[in-house]
C-alpha cells in the first residue's frame, strides 16, 4: 500500500502502518517485513544514518519539525507515531543519496498528554497528579532499603487520604448539605424544586433522613466508580504497553552487581502490577467512606431509638467498615515497585475481590439506612462529618512531618550538593497536593452552601431560622487561610520581580561582552539581559515553593486548632476580640470562602474550554508534560504516565531500525523529549547503545530533573548514563528558562557532554546575513543555530564505522544478536 501523505495542517492518515495487517488478514507467525526495505541497504552500498526527533513540551506537528508540509506516518497510531518526509519513505533504498546527511524523522507524542478533549477533565486529578510527585522526589541515598521503603509507603499513605478527601467532600456536598440539610428544612427545600421529593414538608417515602441519604449516597459511589473507571482504562493503554525485551546487555551494571541507573531496569516502564493493586485499594477505600457516612449517622440514631435488633446490625457494619479501612491501609502499604524484573504477574484475586467486597458493604450500608424510622428527624450537619475532616488533616499534617524526618535522613547520609531543599522537595511538594486537595473540596462545598442557603452564611447565625448549618467548621476555617497565603505570593513575587531588575542591570555589561565589535544599544542589551535575567528565575523555584509550602503546612495547623478549639467559624469565634482582630477575621472568612470557590469555578472553566478548544488544551497538555512523565506510583488515579507508552515506541524504533540496517542514529531531544531520549537510550541493550548518539537542546536534565529528583536524574546518574553513551552532547542557553548543562564531569580524553552556551539572538544588530533583527529565542527553536547541524554531524562522526547486515537466510533472517529484537519490523510502536 503506498504511504499516503498528510495535509500541511491536518491529523495523519488513516492507513495501515508499514508494519501492520489488514483486520481480517491472519498475523503473522514471524518478524513483518518492512515493504519499502526488505533487505536492508544493498551490500555494496554506503549504510545511511538516522536522526530521530522528540519534540518538547506543548507538542509540535511533525510537519513543523521536519520543514516539510508533506509528511508521512511511518509507524504508530492516530495517540503517537514517527513520521517522515515524503521523499525520505523510502530513503533506505537509496543510501548514495543520504551520504553526506542523516534521514530525518520525527517522534509526535503530543497527543498522549493533549489529544483529546476529555483530557482536560485531567484538571480536576491534579493534587493526585502532584501527590505522585512526591514518590519521585525521594532524595539520593547509598544502599538503606528499608528507610527507602518507608518513604515510599508515607508517600502512598499521603495518597490515600487524599481519595478520602475526595470522596468524603463528594459525600458532604450530597449527602450532608443536600440531602440532609436542605431537604430536611422546609425553607431550604421549598425554594429548590427538583428537591420536592426528598423534602419532610411533603411526607413522601423518600423524606426520611436515612433514605434521603442513601439515595444521596449514589453521588459520590458514582464518583469513586467513575474514577475506577478511568483508572482502568488508562491502565490498560499505558502501564499494559510491553516495553523492549530485556537481553543479557540490557542495563549497565555497577562493579559491585546492582543495576545503574533505575530507568535501565527492565521493570521500570511497566507497573501494572502495582497500579492495579492500588487502583483496587483506592477504590474500596472510597466504597469504605461512603458507607461510612451512611452507617454512623444511622447507627447513632438507633441507639438513641433503643432498637437493639438495628443497633446490632449498626454495630456490626462498623466493625466490618473499621476492618475494611484496615485491610486497604495493608494493602496500600504492603507493596512497592518492582523494577529490577520485568513484573507480568496480577494480584487478581486482590484486584477483584476488594472492591467488590467494599460494595457489596455499601449496598448493606444502603438496605440498612433505608429501613423505616418514622421518627427520625435531621438537623444541623450530619453525624461524623466535621470529625471525618478533621482527622483527615491531622493524619495528612502527621504523615507530612514524617516524610520531611525521613527525607532529611536520605540526605543526610548521601548529601548532594544541588538538591532541592536539602532533601525536603518531596515533603513540600506532597503538602502542596494536600492544600489542593483542601482547596477543592472546600472550595465545592462553600459554593454548594452558599447557593442553597441563598442570601445567608452559612455558619455565622443559628437558630431555627437558618436553613442551611453548612459545611463542617474546619472548611471554613481552611478556606480562611487562603488570603494570608495568597499575601506570602504577593510578597515573593515582588521580591524575585525586584531581584530581576536588579540581575538586568547586572548583566549588561557581560552581554555587550558576549558580542564584540557591535554598537551597543540600551534598548537592544537591555531585552537580552532582561531574558536572562527572568530565565535565571528558575533556579530560585525552590526557596518559592519552600516558602509556599510552608506557609501552607503553618496555616493549615493554625486553621485545625482553631477549629478544634473553639469548633466555630472564624467569623464568629472572633467575636469579642479587639475590633480590628475582629474585622480582619470576618474579611478573610469571607474573602477566603469567595477566593476558594472561584479558583473551583476558574478550575473548572478551564477545562470546559480546553475540552472545546484545542489551543487551550494543548497549554493544559503543557503542565501534565512534565507532571505525568513519571510512572503512577503513589496514587492510581492520577493522569497517566505517558512516558510508559513513549519510552518503549522509542526504544523500539531505534533497536529495530538499528538492528536491521547496521547504520548509525543519532537521537535528538528538545526540552521535555530530552528527559524521553535519555529513557530510551537508558533502556536499549548495550550493543546497540554503541551505536546511538544522543543529542540534547533545551533539557532540562540537571537544572530541574536532577535538582528535583536527585535519586533519578542526580550526578551519579547522569554520569552514568555518559558512560554508556560516550557520543552526548548538550545544547543550552542562558536565556533558556527551562533547558541548562547538565554538569557532568568527563575523564580525561573524553568529550565534554555540554556546549559553551549558545548566543542567543544569534546576531546582536543587523548585518548582511541577518538583515532585520534576529528574536530571541529563549527555550524554543534550537535548530534555526548553525551549531545544531554541526554537532549533530560530529556525533555521527565519533559513533563507530557502521557494520554491513548479513544477508537474510533460512530461518535466521532478520535476527543479528540475541537481543531478542524484531530485526524485520520498521520499528513498530507498542500499542
Not at 531574558?531 to 526557596?543: E, G, I, N, S
Not at 474585622?583 to 475540552?611: D, E, I, K, N, P
Not at 521535555?672 to 540534547?696: E, Y
Amino acid at each position: 500500500m503506498p504511504p499516503v501523505p498528510t495535509a500541511p495542517d491536518g491529523p495523519a492518515p488513516e492507513t495501515l502502518a508499514p508494519d501492520a495487517h489488514a483486520p481480517d488478514d491472519p498475523a503473522p507467525d514471524g518478524p513483518v517485513p518492512d515493504p519499502r526495505t526488505p533487505e536492508g541497504p544493498s551490500a555494496d552500498g554506503p549504510v545511511p544514518a538516522l536522526e530521530l526527533l522528540v519534540h518538547g513540551v506543548g507538542g509540535a506537528t511533525p510537519q513543523d519539525m521536519l520543514g516539510d508540509p508533506r509528511t508521512v506516518r511511518v509507524t504508530g497510531d492516530d495517540t503517537a507515531a514517527v513520521f517522515r518526509r515524503t521523499e525520505d519513505v523510502d530513503a533506505e533504498e537509496r543510501p548514495a543519496e543520504y551520504g553526506d546527511r542523516p534521514i530525518p524523522e520525527a517522534y509526535v507524542w503530543s497527543n498522549l498528554t493533549s489529544g483529546n478533549g476529555t483530557r482536560a477533565l485531567w484538571l480536576l486529578l491534579l493534587p493526585f497528579m502532584v501527590v505522585n510527585l512526591a514518590h519521585w522526589m525521594r532524595p539520593t541515598t547509598d544502599g538503606h532499603a528499608r528507610t527507602i521503603r518507608i518513604y515510599g509507603v508515607l508517600v502512598r499513605l499521603v495518597a490515600l487520604t487524599l481519595t478520602f478527601l475526595l470522596v468524603a467532600a463528594a459525600c458532604e456536598v450530597a449527602m450532608d448539605l443536600t440531602a440532609w440539610q436542605c431537604a430536611g428544612s422546609a425553607a431550604c427545600s421549598g425554594k429548590k424544586s427538583w428537591l420536592g421529593f426528598l423534602s419532610t414538608a411533603n411526607g413522601g417515602w423518600w423524606s426520611q433522613p436515612g433514605r434521603r441519604i442513601a439515595l444521596a449516597a449514589l453521588v459520590p459511589a458514582a464518583l469513586t466508580g467513575l474514577l475506577w473507571y478511568l483508572s482502568h482504562r488508562t491502565w490498560s493503554a499505558y502501564e499494559s504497553q510491553q516495553p523492549l525485551p530485556a537481553s543479557d546487555d540490557a542495563a549497565p551494571v555497577d562493579p559491585e552487581g546492582g543495576i545503574v541507573p533505575a530507568f535501565g531496569r527492565p521493570g521500570f516502564w511497566y507497573g501494572r502490577r502495582l497500579v492495579a493493586r492500588l487502583r483496587a485499594a483506592h477504590t474500596a477505600a472510597g466504597f469504605v467512606v461512603v458507607s461510612a457516612a451512611l452507617t454512623v449517622a444511622t447507627a447513632r440514631y438507633d441507639r438513641s431509638a433503643d432498637n437493639s435488633v438495628l443497633d446490632a446490625c449498626g454495630w456490626a457494619l462498623q466493625c466490618v467498615l473499621a476492618a475494611g479501612f484496615v485491610l486497604v491501609v495493608l494493602v496500600v502499604c504492603r507493596r512497592g515497585r518492582s523494577e529490577s524484573r520485568f513484573d507480568r504477574v496480577l494480584d487478581r484475586a486482590l484486584v477483584t475481590l476488594l472492591p467488590a467486597a467494599a460494595l457489596a458493604v455499601l449496598v448493606l450500608a444502603v438496605l440498612y439506612a433505608t429501613w423505616s424510622r418514622p421518627d427520625w428527624k435531621s438537623y444541623g450537619q450530619l453525624t461524623g462529618g466535621p470529625r471525618a475532616f478533621g482527622i483527615l488533616a491531622l493524619a495528612q499534617l502527621v504523615l507530612i512531618l514524617a516524610l520531611a524526618a525521613v527525607a532529611l535522613l536520605l540526605h543526610h547520609r548521601a548529601p548532594v550538593v544541588r538538591t532541592v531543599m536539602r532533601g525536603l522537595g518531596g515533603p513540600a511538594v506532597a503538602m502542596l497536593a494536600c492544600a489542593l486537595g483542601g482547596v477543592m473540596s472546600g472550595g465545592v462545598a462553600q459554593r454548594v452552601a452558599d447557593w442553597l442557603d441563598g442570601p445567608g452564611t452559612p455558619g455565622m447565625t443559628t437558630g431555627p431560622a437558618d436553613a442551611v448549618s453548612g459545611p463542617p467548621v474546619l472548611l471554613t476555617w481552611q478556606a480562611s487561610v487562603i488570603p494570608p497565603l495568597l499575601l506570602v505570593l504577593l510578597l515573593l513575587a515582588v521580591h524575585y520581580g525586584a531581584r530581576t531588575w536588579r540581575t538586568r542591570s547586572a548583566l549588561r555589561p557581560r552581554v555587550e561582552a558576549d558580542y564584540p565589535g557591535e554598537n551597543p544599544d540600551p534598548v537592544r542589551t537591555g531585552r537580552i539581559a532582561l531574558t536572562r535575567a527572568a530565565a535565571a528565575l528558575t533556579d530560585h523555584a525552590p526557596r518559592m515553593v519552600a516558602a509556599v509550602s510552608g506557609t501552607a503546612l503553618v496555616l493549615g495547623a493554625v486553621a485545625l486548632l482553631g477549629a478544634y478549639l473553639y469548633d466555630e467559624v472564624p467569623g464568629r469565634a472572633a467575636k469579642g476580640t479587639p475590633t480590628p482582630v475582629e474585622a480582619v477575621t470576618h474579611t478573610s472568612q469571607a474573602l477566603g470562602s469567595w477566593l476558594v470557590g472561584l479558583g473551583f469555578l476558574l478550575l473548572v472553566t478551564w477545562g470546559r474550554r480546553a475540552y472545546r478548544d484545542p489551543k487551550a488544551r494543548r497549554t493544559i497538555g503543557i503542565l501534565w508534560d512534565v507532571g505525568t512523565f513519571w510512572p503512577r506510583a503513589a496514587h492510581p488515579f492520577a493522569p497517566p504516565c505517558y512516558a510508559e507508552r513513549a519510552v518503549p515506541d522509542l526504544t523500539w524504533r531505534m533497536a529495530t531500525w538499528t538492528e536491521r540496517t547496521r547504520g548509525r542514529l543519532v537521537i535528538s531531544g528538545h526540552s521535555q523529549g530530552s528527559v524521553l531520549a535519555a529513557a530510551a537510550v537508558w533502556q536499549l541493550p548495550r550493543h546497540i547503545r554503541r551505536r546511538v548518539a544522543l543529542l540534547t537542546h533545551g533539557a532540562p536534565l540537571e537544572r530541574l530533573y536532577g535538582r528535583w529528583f536527585p535519586a533519578y536524574f542526580g550526578p551519579a546518574s547522569l554520569r552514568g548514563l555518559h558512560d554508556e553513551v560516550d557520543c552526548w552532547r548538550n545544547l543550552w542557553r542562558h536565556t533558556d528558562p527551562i533547558g541548562g548543562p547538565v554538569r557532568v564531569v568527563p575523564d580525561e580524553g573524553r568529550h565534554p557532554v555540554d556546549r559553551d552556551a549558545l548566543l542567543d539572538p544569534l546576531v546582536y544588530g543587523r548585518t548582511r546575513e541577518h538583515p532585520l533583527p534576529a528574536p530571541i529565542l529563549g527555550h524554543s527553536d534550537y535548530q534555526a543555530d548553525p551549531v545544531f547541524a554541526a554537532e549533530r554531524d560530529k556525533l555521527l562522526e565519533r559513533l563507530p564505522e557502521p557494520v554491513l547486515p548479513r544477508q537474510q537466510t533460512g530461518d535466521g533472517a532478520g535476527r543479528g544478536d540475541n537481543s531478542g529484537v524484531d530485526q524485520g519490523s520498521s520499528g513498530r510502536s507498542s500499542g
